[in-house]
């Protein structure tokens, strides 16, 4: 089984997610973190994450902050307190903020719109929003506030699946898909996801959702590992697979489908996720850095709020890794031959971002 370049076909990404030979596996770690070299560097994209609001209208089975868990305590930060985050990014050198949310219909489009504004003329940051999803007029509004990116995991490529998984939105997959498209149309850097080992995803489903990363040409991605939830309904046990189909929430799992997609996506921008971190300690992260990832997202969200924002359990040494004391960031990299990136870390080589079209969400795939 050769290591293909973004030819890869879906059978190998299959047989190498279900992989388990140290030896074998060493080299795909190595070609993932070749290919990182080779195409975006040795460089280390810093972007700040502030978690802006906890409210959310949705339903999803797995999530902490899903809007039916009354024992989460609400919080929505202010104006103020937003910029502060801001200016405490632009203090310690990174080069974007992340603005991140619960789906909050309290988040006004037009202050949310000043808010970019202000961040941009203030600190000069690129702006990433991951703010759920939106209707095409208030994306449009905040692209032309100065956003530049927008992440919306599209969670599975299984129409099937994500219908079971947001009970409130059953043909959501499809139109996280289409919110996408008209992202980039509108001059967004896109970003997108899934989680690895969620109950009811197989081999099958996780190779199509790679697929689909490479054949949208995604400019983002974001994987981690399903980390279950007592305070949801989805919590642990919702598997109706047989055990060989179903994947399992693993770091080794998650680190696999990370090096698939550095190496079908080379151009990528490809955080290594707090929720790794979170499974597996400070190796999570650095091991995610060594097999394809090259941007972290330290949290900046003030602790008091910072606590409420559990869409997963936390554990304590997640927060250590995400330490933003200046410096610190440095000198962890540096032990594995890394230094921070200047600069707001675009996608290299952005394609042209006036086409549309492409493949659907159903493209390659059996329609069940
Ligand atoms: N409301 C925004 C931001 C969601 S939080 C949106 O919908 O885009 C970011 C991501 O956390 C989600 O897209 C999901 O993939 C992930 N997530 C949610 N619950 C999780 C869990 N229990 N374990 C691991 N990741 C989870």
Known sequence: M??????????????????EDPDRLDQLWARADEERRRVVGDGVHLRGLIEISNHCRRHCLYCGLRGPNDRVTRYRMTTEEILECARRAAELGFGTVVLQSGEDPGLDPVETAELIHTIKAETGLAVTLSLGERPTDHLARWREAGANRYLIRFETSDVGLFADLHPDAPRGS??????????????????????????????????????????????MVGLGPYIANEQTPLRGDLNSLPEREQVPATEQMASKALALTR?????????????????????????????????????????????????????????????TE????????????????????????????SRSGGPTISSGKPET
């Open 263 to 323: 190496i079908v996506c080379p151009e990528a921008n490809i955080p290594a996720t707090t929720a790794l971190a979170t499974i597996d300690g400070r190796s999570g992260r650095r091991n995610a850095l060594r097999r394809g990832a090259n941007v972290i997202m330290p949290n900046l969200t003030p602790e008091q709020y910072a606590r409420h924002y559990r869409i997963y359990p936390k554990k304590s040494e997640a927060k250590k890794t995400a330490r």
């Open 2 to 19: 050769p290591l293909h370049d973004t030819e890869f076909t879906t059978n190998q990404m299959s047989r190498w997610l279900r992989e």
């Open 326 to 353: 200046p410096g610190w960031m440095e000198e962890r990299l540096r032990t594995i031959g890394r230094y921070v990136a200047d600069g707001p870390g675009n996608r290299v080589n952005r394609p042209d971002v």
């Open 174 to 219: 499809v139109l996280r898909v289409q919110q996408l498209r008209t992202m980039r149309d509108l001059g967004y850097e896109i970003g997108t996801g899934v989680m690895v080992g969620i109950p009811g995803q197989s081999y099958e489903s996780l190779t199509y959702d790679i697929d689909l990363f490479r054949k949208m040409d995604i400019d």
